[in-house]
């Protein structure tokens, strides 16, 4: 069975910081790419940010390009998303999702169906 287990969202004013976490069990993932995808009330789930199984690949939406990092720590099957700057607009769930293959372009690492497991998630809400 695979589990991933996000945490880490919270309240925070608009220009603070939060750091989500994903943690994976189950089976070893050192070898897949990891993904962070976000839901706003009533609009589509989207793409926030990936990583290669290295680590040395990454994709950012452009909404969240400067803003955001994602990094991984392979030995602990985690994988994080610093959020600095934050706006009103960045509130929504925040899901990881783990992708077989490392997508060859931003465009395909983007589409949620590439991903084969997702985690529950974690709600980041920022006021203005």
């Known amino acids: 069975q695979v589990q991933l287990v996000e945490s880490g969202g919270g309240l925070v004013q608009a220009g603070g910081s939060l750091r989500l976490s994903c943690a994976a069990s189950?089976?070893?993932?050192?070898?897949?790419?990891r993904g962070w995808f976000r839901q706003a009330p009533g609009k589509e789930r989207e793409f926030v940010a990936s990583?290669?199984?290295?680590?040395?690949?990454?994709y950012y939406a452009d909404s969240v390009k400067g803003r955001f990092s994602i990094s991984k720590d392979n030995a602990k099957h985690t994988v994080f998303l610093q959020m600095d700057s934050l706006k009103p607009e960045d509130t929504a769930v925040y899901y990881c999702?783990?992708?077989?293959?490392?997508?060859?372009?931003?465009?395909?690492?983007?589409?949620?169906?590439?991903?084969?497991?997702w985690g529950q998630g974690t709600r980041v809400t920022v006021s203005s």
């Open positions: 999702a783990v992708d077989d293959t490392w997508a060859e372009t931003r465009e395909i690492a983007s589409m949620s169906a590439r991903y084969s497991y």
């Open positions: 189950g089976r070893t993932f050192s070898t897949y790419a």
């Open positions: 990583i290669s199984w290295s680590g040395r690949r990454t």
